[in-house]
T-cell receptor
Framework: EAGVAQSPRYKIIEKRQSVAFWCNPI?????LYWYQQILGQGPKLLIQ????????DSQLPKDRFSAERLKGVDSTLKIQPAKLEDSAVYLC?????????????FGPGTRLTVL | SQQGEEDPQALSIQEGENATMNCSYK?????LQWYRQNSGRGLVHLIL?????REKHSGRLRVTLDTSKKSSSLLITASRAADTASYFC??????????FGTGTKLQVIP
């Protein structure tokens, strides 16, 4: 089975510019997550979708970050405008509705550098 | 906010030795999971232990959970150079919303 796909893998932008990341979860996975991982720290949940509805976006900086999951499949995360402190790896993960496993499957991440 | 705190932050051992890392958390959980992250890559799920379990094994991995102390430990036996990675515990209160800890960076020297 194909894993979680993310693109681009790397992105370098200047502060105040905009950037968008794309994620395609594992087929059939209803739950999709976006995490931000700053160097040396654990991943921090930004937003969690169940199908195309938002379950949790309490830690999403909504003044500059937005995310959508149209049709309940792939998702995009956007930052507009970017700040220096947004430099991080953005990880997408998905999980199955099968509660017996509760396992999240992660994509390779997008490394964002804001100059 | 980080729910779990791993200890130690960094660990360096010789190949063949055992590696033990600990995780402490603050609030009640439904399950606790351990993930591995190789440098520059995504996270890989290793093992899940539920709140009503005390110990679980998977290959060279052994996980314990003490809910009274709100702590868990991950033991990797007979370590290999390929085990070099960061290890994170993640707590789930019961609705697939996991919170990751700060991680332990393990280096296994050949």
């Amino acid at each position: 089975e194909a894993g979680v796909a993310q693109s681009p893998r790397y992105k370098i932008i200047e502060k105040r510019q905009s950037v968008a990341f794309w994620c395609n979860p594992i087929s059939g996975h209803a739950t999709l997550y976006w995490y931000q991982q700053i160097l040396g720290q654990g991943p921090k949940l930004l937003i969690q979708f169940q199908n195309n509805g938002v379950v949790d976006d309490s830690q999403l900086p909504k003044d500059r970050f937005s995310a959508e999951r149209l049709k309940g499949v792939d998702s995009t995360l956007k930052i507009q405008p970017a700040k220096l402190e947004d430099s991080a790896v953005y990880l997408c993960a998905s999980s199955s509705p099968d509660r017996a496993t509760d396992t999240q499957y992660f994509g390779p991440g997008t490394r964002l550098t804001v100059l | 906010s980080q729910q779990g705190e791993e200890d130690p932050q960094a660990l360096s051992i010789q190949e063949g030795e055992n590696a033990t890392m600990n995780c402490s958390y603050k609030t009640s959980i439904n399950n606790l999971q351990w993930y591995r992250q190789n440098s520059g890559r995504g996270l890989v799920h290793l093992i899940l232990i539920r709140s009503n379990e005390r110990e679980k094994h998977s290959g060279r991995l052994r996980v314990t959970l003490d809910t009274s102390k709100k702590s868990s430990s991950l033991l990797i036996t007979a370590s290999r150079a390929a085990d070099t990675a960061s290890y994170f515990c993640a707590t789930d209160p019961g609705y697939q919303k996991v919170t990751f800890g700060t991680g332990t960076k393990l280096q296994v020297i050949p």
